[in-house]
């Protein structure tokens, strides 16, 4: 069993950073990866970035692309989630998810573990 657990959310300007920190319970951290998802008032939850295992392989939605990095400390058992140059359209709640299986997927049913969000706002 994981549990997860986001901060780091707020209220931004647009053109502002935040960085996102999601930590994890357990010693099977590593054994997971690790995806951040966002959902907006009225859309589907979508992947905005994932990260393999070992951090070696990521996936980026076009939408984020050059402007959120994220990344993973084993050793800390947390996942990070850069976000910079921030649009009014990135507002959202943000989700962690854990998953068993080794490859990146944005289908969200696959994965196992979830973090219960935290809101970033970005105004104009």
């Known amino acids: 069993q994981v549990q997860l657990v986001e901060s780091g959310g707020g209220l931004v300007q647009a053109g502002g950073s935040l960085r996102l920190s999601c930590a994890a319970s357990?010693?099977?951290?590593?054994?997971?990866?690790m995806g951040w998802f966002r959902q907006a008032p009225g859309k589907e939850r979508e992947l905005v970035a994932g990260l393999s295992r070992s951090g070696d392989s990521t996936f980026y939605a076009d939408s984020v692309k050059g402007r959120f990095t994220i990344s993973r400390d084993n050793a800390k058992n947390t996942v990070y989630l850069q976000m910079n140059s921030l649009k009014p359209e990135d507002t959202a709640v943000y989700y962690c998810?854990?998953?068993?299986?080794?490859?990146?997927?944005?289908?969200?049913?696959?994965?196992?573990?979830w973090g219960q969000g935290t809101q970033v706002t970005v105004s104009s």
């Open positions: 357990g010693s099977t951290f590593s054994r997971h990866v």
């Open positions: 998810a854990a998953r068993r299986q080794n490859n990146i997927t944005r289908v969200t049913n696959f994965y196992d573990y």
